[in-house]
């Protein structure tokens, strides 16, 4: 399934689950690197503008490169937008270990959902596949205890028998008869 083949409605549903996933992501990580933590309102706002850049990317397959820049993009601008939350003068403060530490945390994050945008049609048509297998798995009894007995015949087993080869045969595949003219 390429992105060619994927209609306006499951870009959207696609772009709505990365946008939760990743900003969600975004946020936990940006917490632990020692951020503030951000409103309803912010989240929102950043789960809507990475929604957004994402069925914008959907349209057609790209390349890491652009996949890369894009998160890179949507990661800086959710790190000001996080910080927006509280006043700007106590967020940068702790020192080149915490600055370190939250370009660490935006950069895992970016690489992250750079390789889910470009692996993404893969594994959902993978999860799909895995999905539908299983789902026939667990109506198989249900439809076979409802099914009525089928009647059983015995049949005899097959058995094929080989030509006999003889043994100048065997050697006479065997040998190789490549070389230079004589």
Sequence with gaps: MSADQIGPAGRVVRAAVFAVACVYAALGMHVLAGGPRAGLGIVAAATAMTGAGAYVLARRRRSMGTLLAASFAAQYGMHHLFGSAVPLTGHHEGGLSAGLGMLTAHVLV?????????RGETALATLLSLLACSLRDLWRPLTDALAPPATTRRVAPVVAVAPA????????WALCRRGPPQ
């Design 165 to 172: 080869i003889r043994a100048s045969q065997v050697l006479a």
């Design 110 to 118: 970016a690489t992250l959902s750079a390789w889910w945008l470009e």
